[in-house]
């Protein structure tokens, strides 16, 4: 796979012949809707594997709606996800229409996806060391040794072992969300989604946990993330779609998408939080 993703300019990846090995999260035909609300129309998107593709939009848009499908905490209406490979949820049937899929494969295809919030959601009552191990032991299983040293280790990766032993009431906002980071990364996710990770930060807060995701970034992490931290979008992201009113009004290279902001949707976006 060519990283800068040079050649291609259409997300879908199909015109850059990304079909095998190139895409991570393919979303096809999504559509949602609550009530009468229709909240995402027809979405495609191609989430490139290896790297960072920011989803833009003003609120409201549908951004932490699309992610909560993307990681099938949502149910999607129409249309058809793939991780990897392997549908989320539904798959196309042939001679039209969808096919629920069984509850066990939903699981093990999820597996794949880890997702961080904009509220950290951790639990009050355990340990940033006790939080990110806690899944280990009762999803995967470890022992508590195992899954304590596991959890230790991520913990360094976040540059938090030397809070192991804190509550999320003793560690300031940005410690909290790299713990909410550890505890997705712990899980040993191909895809990390993230949702405004830093949006209910002080702003003096908001550089460590974007830092930790630039690491992330460097290691080769495929990220979707949801910010309005356009100067992170602009350095770390190699894709940028753009949601507006539930529709992906633009999506492309972010070199390309900064560079020249042609729509004018985006650019009022741009200028709003610039
Ligand atoms: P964004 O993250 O871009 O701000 P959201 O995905 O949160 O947008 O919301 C998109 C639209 O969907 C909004 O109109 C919101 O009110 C609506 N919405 C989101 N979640 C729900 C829900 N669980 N029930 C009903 N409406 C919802
Ligand atoms: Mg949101």
């Known amino acids: 796979m060519d990283p800068s993703g040079a050649a291609m300019t259409d997300l879908t990846g199909k015109a850059a012949g990304l079909e095998a090995g190139g895409v991570a999260l393919r979303i096809e035909g999504l559509s949602k809707t609550f009530g009468q609300n229709t909240v995402l129309k027809n979405v495609d998107l191609a989430v490139r594997h290896g790297v960072v593709t920011c989803l833009l939009g003003p609120s409201g848009s549908g951004k932490s709606t699309l992610l909560r499908c993307m990681a099938f905490l949502e149910e999607h209406d129409a249309g058809i996800i793939t991780v990897y490979g392997e549908p989320l949820g539904f798959a196309p049937k042939p001679g039209g229409g969808r096919l629920r899929l069984p509850h066990a494969q939903v699981v093990r295809v999820r597996r794949a996806i ?129 949601l507006d009113k539930g529709e992906i009004l633009l999506r492309g290279l972010a070199k390309d998408v900064f560079a020249k902001p042609w729509h004018p949707r985006l650019a009022d976006f741009l200028e709003t939080y610039l």
């Not at 009050?124 to 280990?136: D, F």
């Not at 280790?153 to 969300?177: F, K, N, T």
Request: aromatic share 6%; hydrophobic share 45%; no cysteine.
């Open 114 to 242: 880890g997702m961080v919030f904009q509220q950290f959601n951790l639990w009050p009552h355990m340990t940033a060391l006790g939080n990110v191990s806690e899944a280990l032991k009762r999803v995967r299983g470890l022992s508590r040794r195992e899954a304590e040293a596991r959890a230790m280790s991520v913990l360094e990766r976040v540059d938090l072992a030397d809070r192991a032993h804190h509550y999320p009431s003793q560690l300031s906002g940005g410690q909290q969300q790299r713990v909410a980071i550890a505890r997705a990364l712990a899980m040993e996710p191909r895809i990390m989604l993230f949702d405004e990770p830093t949006s209910s930060l002080d702003p003096e807060l908001t550089g460590e946990v974007l830092s930790v995701m630039r690491h992330l970034a460097q290691e080769g992490m495929t990220m979707v993330v949801v910010t309005h931290e356009i100067g992170f979008a602009a350095q770390v992201a190699s894709d940028v779609a753009f």
